[in-house]
């Protein structure tokens, strides 16, 4: 492993805990995009660029932003003083977490022991290579084999979209 | 260490200071341009004192950044008043990474792609970093904890979001008629063919107009709009923390040019009637294979950089000659003019490539 993947590895883990102690929402919401930036240089350092690409301009530029701006608009600067430590539900919480971390840490570890039971698709590193890119080798079966799935999913997002215009219209009229 | 492992590092290295030095070293040639500019087209004399033509004022001018007192608003939140100026100028610098500035130049049988990063994403890595120009304005603008800074931020950052929409459309226009999102691609395809622009004018009028608004230049400038909120999101930063948001504007201005100059106007190919010139050099020097490809690539980034020069000649252009918009007129422009334009052409390009290669 690069020194660099494992410098991106250790900054990502160090902001995701900070995001999730820290007590002003801002700063959690900014942690994050901290945690997707990290994410995406890991993707690219292994060479995925396009899922860097994707990272970035889906989860950083898009959905981020609309985080941070919500939390600058509801103007959540009395959320710092007005929190409240609430030590049974934060350990309860905690032992949920640290439950559910450990359950992971189980099913890896047996996925280790059990050795390369992995299926494997048809397409490795190579044959993309030689199809002309990751780029070309994705949008190609999008538009193909993932056709209908494709257009069902963008179906799915514009009943959310028209949802919450419908919902957000009655609370105002 | 042999020459192998260290050449790459070493082009690599190369090619990162010609990128940041060319991005950084336009902005005082600029900032004398865009008053003097201004100034010309205005019927004013301009600063014309200090050194020949007035050309030593943007020296004048750090020296005076620098001598002003590095001064934090009481109230603004430090860690993120700080971070705001620094991301402004990271966001279009990793941009610059993915333009070329020419097809390929050979030292010693080694060959070097001009260009820093080349990856498979390719010009979709842009977006990326147009996506990260937003979190500067709201940062800046809301740490600042000033009225008229977050207003700033509030309608700087609507604008970008807002404008990204075309912008992007009319890329993706591009992107199906080039059939690849390759910059190398892109520029090969117009050489054989035209020049993207003559393809798909309206693509490539919306393009620039969005483009305008990205980086914040009149007759976008409405999130510094110093005639109604004082100087916007970046209104409570002063000496150098100003001075980087204000270079950030210009090396947002040249990713810019350079990403009209590449999908719309030839890219690094070169200007019509340089394969004279080029082939006289070649003659006149009698270069073999390697040195003719060197010639090539040199015409080939002077041909970039004069088209570079153009598009930051038209920014300065534009900036003192159109008035500003007003918020709403902005929003109509963006949101009922362009985005429909940008979709129908979408669609009409789409049909007229299918019935093309069909």
Known sequence: MSPVLIILAVLSALLAVTMLFAKSPITSALCLLGVLIMTAGMYGMIGEHLVATIQLVVYAGAIMVLFIFSIMLLNLNNEETDYKDRP????????LGALAFA?????????????????????SPELIQ??????????????????????????ALLVAVVGAVVLAKRKFD | MDMDTIFPFAQLAAKIAFVVGLSLGVVPIMVWFERRGSAWMQGRVGPHRTGFFGLLQPLADVIKFFHKEDFTPRNANKFYYHLGPMMALIAPLCAMAVIPFGSKIIIDNREVVLQIAEMDAGVLFILAFAGLEVYPIILGGWASRNKYSVLGALRGSAQIVSYEISMGLSLLSMLIIYGSVNPHDMVTWQSVHWWGA????FGA????????????????DIAEGDSEIAGGYHLEYGAMKFALFFMAEYVAMIMASALISTLYFGGYGILPGMQIIIDAVIAQFGFGAAGAQNTLALFQVL?????????MFVFVWIRWTLPRFRFDQLMDLGWKILFPLSLINLVAVTLGVYFYNS
């Open chain 2, 198 to 201: 003559l393809m798909n004018p």
């Open chain 2, 303 to 311: 041909s970039l950089l004069s088209k570079i020069a153009f598009f």
């Open chain 2, 205 to 220: 009028l919306v393009f620039f107009i969005s483009i305008f608004a990205e980086t914040n230049r009149a007759p976008f």
């Open chain 1, 88 to 95: 049974l539900v934060f350990g309860a919480a905690l032992a």
């Open chain 1, 103 to 123: 359950g992971f840490g189980v099913a890896i570890w047996n996925h280790f022991q059990a050795g390369d039971v992995v299926v494997k698709g048809k397409f």
């Open chain 1, 130 to 155: 030689t199809l002309g890119g990751n780029t070309k080798v994705l949008s190609h079966s999008l538009f193909t084999q993932f056709y209908v799935s494709f257009e069902v999913i963008s179906l």
